[in-house]
């Protein structure tokens, strides 16, 4: 069975570093590109970026280049998302999500890591 | 940037046929998806590459997509479809993934 488990909750203050991160298993972790995906309280779905993890090729939503960096870790079959400085606009649900083969979508989510900011 | 527009609700009776659509330039030559997401619960894959559901997704759930329009149709509505719907197609001159807005499906 697939699984993608993703790192607790966390309380941050504005200007503060974060990494969360979203261990796979079940699966061949270097075959399937891994997504995150941002939704702020109450709003839609908003794609953020995606990684391959056997060579960490990366793609960035222009929303999204600068602010956060993506990286992987083959041996610990584990991607992360990091912030350098957070801002109260980064409160939000963050899902990561294996992305499947010849465009069968996002058919497997982690179970959401709620990141708060505020001072 | 590529942008999938879907209308912001739906409401439909139990036992009917909800639609709800997704529009995007020349969306037709691309493959669509469709995404179930209840409150306090992940998105969960109800429809890729158009038409075909997962395995454990039921019938009543089924997808198309011709010129610019994608649509999910459920059939014979229940109440625990009630749910936000989202499509999610892919541009494909970035290789970048495109959701839209998102639907709340109402089923009163």
């Known amino acids: 069975e697939v699984q993608l488990v993703q790192s607790g909750a966390e309380v941050k203050k504005p200007g503060e570093s974060l990494r969360i991160s979203c261990k796979g298993s079940?699966?061949?972790?270097?075959?399937?590109?891994i997504n995150w995906v941002r939704q702020m309280p109450g709003k839609g779905l908003e794609w953020m970026v995606r990684?391959?993890?056997?060579?960490?090729?990366?793609n960035y939503s222009p929303s999204f280049q600068g602010h956060v960096t993506i990286s992987a870790d083959k041996s610990l079959a584990t991607a992360y998302l990091q912030w350098s400085s957070l801002t109260a606009s980064d409160t939000a649900m963050y899902y990561c999500?294996?992305?499947?083969?010849?465009?069968?979508?996002?058919?497997?989510w982690g179970q959401g890591t709620l990141v708060t900011v505020s001072s | 940037s590529y942008e999938l527009t879907q209308p912001p609700s739906v409401s439909v009776s139990p036992g009917q046929t909800a639609s709800i659509t997704c529009s995007g330039s020349?969306?037709?030559?691309?493959?669509v998806c469709w995404y179930q997401q209840k409150p306090g619960q992940s998105p969960v894959l109800v429809i890729f590459?158009?038409?075909k559901r997962p395995s454990g997704i039921p019938e009543r759930f089924s997808g198309s997509n011709s010129g610019n329009t994608a649509t999910l149709t459920i059939s014979g509505t229940q109440a625990m479809d009630e749910a936000d719907y989202y499509c999610?197609?892919?541009?494909?001159?970035?290789?970048?993934?495109?959701f839209g807005g998102g639907t709340k499906l109402t089923v009163l």
């Open positions: 999500a294996r992305e499947g083969p010849d465009s069968r979508g996002l058919p497997d």
């Open positions: 079940g699966y061949i972790f270097t075959n399937y590109w």
């Open positions: 990684i391959d993890p056997s060579d960490s090729y990366t």
């Open positions: 020349k969306l037709g030559d691309k493959y």
């Open positions: 590459q158009d038409t």
């Open positions: 999610q197609a892919w541009d494909s001159s970035t290789s970048h993934v495109v």
